[in-house]
């Protein structure tokens, strides 16, 4: 993974051309910076030119940017659901949120 200026890019290596790709994953259903480099090195000074390339076209097209995900998320769950993570939330003496980002994170890695 990349990071920059709050995006961060998923970055894999396509063995048949010998090349890294990086393209941001944290920015909504559209792609907006994508890159290619022989190195690590280069893929990140060309992942900052692309955000910074981004956010400039976007600035200069007088167009809102996609930003990227700020970290919350409402989910709409049953009242039985959320009767039971309220439950075992306070059962491990956490509040519900820290229970449910633990429980996100326990699924995804």
């Not at 659901?81 to 994170?105: F, K």
Request: with cysteine; hydrophobic share 40%; net charge negative.
């Amino acid at each position: 993974m990349l990071g920059y200026k709050g995006y961060i890019a998923r970055v894999e290596y396509d063995d048949s051309v010998g090349l890294l790709h990086a393209s941001v994953v944290n920015s909504g259903p559209y792609p907006i910076a994508n890159c290619e480099a022989e190195d690590v090195h280069t893929l990140r000074e060309e992942f900052r030119i692309s955000i910074d390339d981004y956010l400039a076209s976007c600035a200069e097209d007088g167009v809102e940017p996609q930003k990227p995900f700020s970290g919350d998320l409402n989910v709409h769950i049953g009242p039985e659901l959320h009767h039971r993570i309220t439950v075992s939330a306070a059962a491990e003496g956490m509040s519900v949120n820290s229970w449910v980002a633990r429980a996100l994170q326990n699924h995804v890695g």
